[in-house]
């Protein structure tokens, strides 16, 4: 039997995962949590050259801490990591946390993203909003959430296109469901620059993106980046979670992180550039025994198409805002 897509073809497909989202529509800015039930198992890895990220030393090998509460994406720069301050607060007020004597503190990390220089926003005054952000997307958390320009993918960017949230799910032959969810704001193209065809088409489920334009005749120009975005350090970034019911320890979702970054640089090209900072968190909310190398393997390979997914997902669902056209916009799509 053939995987398939969970139900609602989600992270939150995975047992134990929900999703909470909440906006700045004046910055146009914003937060999505990804919250675990249960405190999951956790690791991260990053890839890109400017990430910008709290309490990922805390989810590397040899560290104390083994599971998390929630993991944060954000907008905001490193204003937005303080929404993670908002979610800890959250968890607090419901009992959670990692019992310290008779304190408990919320185990909460977060990587952000570029977003200040999106046209037409409105600078904050005063307390920047992402702490209250925080608390908000917590406390919407659900199965169910938007796509495209919501979230910490309101004041994204893809290359020239408008970016945003987006998410998949998979569920395998042999049981396990793997997912993803991502705040696309990359640097390099989501698209060929010659057609507009999404690189990662091909590995799109049936009937689950629009109908692609055929790949041109003529040999690609692999130095063509007139889709990519403009040149600034820092001012990208795609960064995203990816998650299993399937039973894994620390090391096990720290390769479930590593193989799934290949999902990145199917989607988006050239990917983990001087301009981002790609980073991929993973999750496990399994219990019982670690699976075997073998059916990590496949995991893992599935998680990478799964966050390639997501980022189509992210694109087709994105709305034109402020003048950034979405794909569909520029392609010549119907909208």
């Known amino acids: 039997m053939a995987a398939t897509a969970g139900p609602r073809n989600l992270i939150t497909d995975v047992r134990g995962i929900l999703v909470g989202q909440a906006e700045d529509r004046d910055a146009i800015s ?4 990804v919250l675990a039930e249960s405190p999951a198992v956790a690791s991260v890895d990053v890839r890109g050259g400017a990430p910008g990220s709290r309490e990922t030393e805390l989810l ?52 952000i993203l570029f977003d200040l220089a999106f046209p037409g926003r ?41 970016g945003g949230i987006g998410s998949a799910s998979l569920a395998l032959a042999g049981g396990a469901v793997v997912g993803a ?24 489920l049936a009937g689950e ?29 795609t960064i995203a979670v990816v998650a299993t019911d399937a039973a894994l320890d620390k090391g096990g979702c720290r390769r479930l992180a590593i193989m799934a970054q290949d999902g990145l640089a199917r989607a ?43 980022v189509m997902r992210a694109i087709l669902a994105a709305e034109p805002l402020a003048g950034v056209p979405n794909w569909r916009q520029a392609w010549g799509r119907p909208v």
């Open 30 to 33: 914003g937060t999505t949590v």
């Open 60 to 111: 590397g090998p040899g560290t104390l801490i083994d599971r998390v509460d929630a993991i944060v994406l954000s907008g905001g720069s490193a204003f937005g990591l303080d929404a993670a301050a908002g979610v800890m607060d959250w968890l607090l007020e419901a009992g959670r946390g990692f019992a310290v004597g008779a304190a408990m503190v919320p185990i909460v990390p977060a990587a």
């Open 122 to 162: 409105a600078m904050w005054t005063g307390e920047p909003p992402y702490r209250g952000l925080g608390r908000q997307a917590v406390a919407a958390a659900g199965e169910n959430f938007v796509l495209g320009n919501a979230g910490a993918g309101l004041g994204a960017t893809a290359g020239r296109l408008k």
């Open 181 to 204: 969810i991502v705040a696309v704001n990359s640097w390099g193209a989501v698209v060929r620059p010659d057609c507009g065809r999404l690189w990662a088409a091909d590995l799109a």
């Open 209 to 237: 993106i629009d109908r692609q334009p055929a790949t041109p005749d003529a040999a690609l120009d692999p130095e063509d980046f007139s889709q990519c975005g403009s040149a600034a350090p820092g001012a990208n970034t």
């Open 268 to 310: 988006i090209r050239p990917g983990h550039t001087p301009f981002d900072g790609d980073t991929v968190f993973a999750l496990a909310t399994g219990t019982g025994a670690a699976i075997e190398p073998a059916a990590l393997t496949r995991l893992g390979s599935a998680a990478a198409d799964c966050l390639a997914r997501a």
